[in-house]
């Protein structure tokens, strides 16, 4: 088990909390049959708060290689989101940078220069895809862009995701757990594949 801590240090670096992982997942990022990423995941319950974290790292070649690094950091009590940060850098620089906080009776969203409130709920979002099949849900927020997103059932544990920007993923659960997506990056559209 203590691999497993030692494993989790070292993706997650220093906010790793005290709390061994209850979950730990691991993605392959593949593009036209070769792996060009990874993409690690944990859910940590620690007190009444649940702690998730990602981190994903992409190379890849387009006019010139190019390295992008996702780091979540996302926060639940009770089923509703209170925290998540998303840092976004690009060969080694900083690309985009969103924190989102519940603050008593609304969510604050900063994301680069830009602020902006939320007074729903959020009971799901887009870290809570990797862990837990989307049944029932309808939206689900997108912790980069600080957007709700629409999840559409396609049937046979498979699910599409609307972002705001129309850009459609797909998802497909095996036993509840995320096995592959389809997912379009914008200039690139790849798959995410379980380990």
């Known amino acids: 088990m203590i691999w497993y801590f030692i494993l989790f240090q070292f993706f997650f670096g220093q906010e790793t909390p005290i709390n061994?992982?209850?979950?730990?997942?691991?993605?392959?990022?593949?593009?036209?049959?070769?792996?060009?990423?990874?993409?690690?995941?944990?859910?940590?319950?620690?007190?009444a708060k649940v702690l998730y974290q990602s981190t994903t790292n992409i190379t890849t070649r387009i006019i010139k290689e190019v390295n992008v690094n996702y780091q979540y950091h996302v926060t639940f009590n009770d089923n509703s989101l209170k925290k998540a940060d998303v840092y976004i850098t690009v060969n080694?620089?900083?690309?985009?940078?969103?924190?989102?906080?519940?603050?008593?009776?609304?969510?604050?969203?900063?994301?680069?220069?830009?602020?902006?409130?939320?007074?729903?709920?959020?009971?799901?979002?887009?870290?809570?895809?990797?862990?837990?099949?989307?049944?029932n849900i309808k939206h689900c927020f997108s912790e980069e862009d600080g957007s709700l997103n629409t999840i559409v059932p396609l049937g046979n544990h498979t699910y599409k995701k609307i972002n705001a920007k129309g850009k459609e993923n797909i998802y497909y659960y095996k036993n509840g757990k995320l096995n592959k997506a389809e997912i379009d990056g914008g200039l690139i559209r790849f798959q995410i594949i379980s380990k």
């Open 20 to 47: 061994t992982p209850d979950t730990l997942l691991y993605f392959d990022i593949v593009l036209k049959d070769k792996v060009i990423g990874q993409l690690q995941a944990a859910k940590t319950h620690q007190d």
């Open 92 to 135: 080694n620089k900083p690309h985009a940078e969103t924190t989102t906080q519940w603050l008593g009776n609304h969510y604050v969203i900063k994301q680069n220069d830009s602020e902006k409130s939320l007074k729903q709920s959020i009971n799901y979002s887009t870290i809570l895809m990797y862990f837990t099949e989307p049944k």
